[in-house]
């Protein structure tokens, strides 16, 4: 009996290959950390497996994982060793031009509350409706955060320039 007929409504490598590289580049831009990343995986698959969800469709299905996730990284980077540490080893792999990289250690450098929103708005194209409803805030908070996050950036980013 294999794992995948353990879990009813859907088969765990079919669900892995449509959201898994999603999910880890989400994961990365939180932990920063490729083991941290895929024990985020890990446990967002697990709790996948345990919980058996009903989903009404897949954008109910990546949501619902999104949140997992997102939770998941929020929970690891409240620990005291992540306040202290953040570690963004290989993250060049997952850029093919450096401004992209720069950009992106700007917005991993913002408020964890703020580089949620601006890396599913901006990297994973969710709309701000959606964006509430993986995150559970309203829409209002979406767009606030959307717009103080953008000030961060363009402050550091123009700081930068003049430096």
């Not at 999910?23 to 996948?48: R, S």
């Amino acid at each position: 009996m294999s794992i995948d007929s353990l879990r009813p409504g859907g088969d765990m490598r079919e669900v892995y290959e449509l959201y898994g590289s999603m999910l880890f580049k989400i994961a990365m831009v939180y932990l920063g950390n490729k083991q941290d990343v895929e024990e985020a995986l890990q446990e967002t698959f697990i709790k996948w497996m345990h919980k058996s969800p009903d989903f009404r469709d897949q954008e109910h299905q990546k949501a619902w994982l999104i949140r997992v996730i997102t939770n998941h990284c929020k929970n690891m980077q409240g620990s005291l060793w992540r306040r202290r540490v953040t570690k963004l080893e290989q993250m060049d792999d997952y850029f093919e031009e450096a401004s992209e990289r720069l950009l992106m250690d700007h917005v991993m450098s913002l408020p964890f509350k703020y580089k949620s929103v601006i890396h599913l708005f901006y990297y994973e194209d969710y709309s701000v409706r959606e964006i509430a409803g993986i995150l559970q805030i309203s829409e209002s908070a979406v767009k606030m955060r959307l717009q103080r996050g953008r000030k961060l950036l363009r402050m550091d980013l123009e700081g930068e320039e003049w430096a």
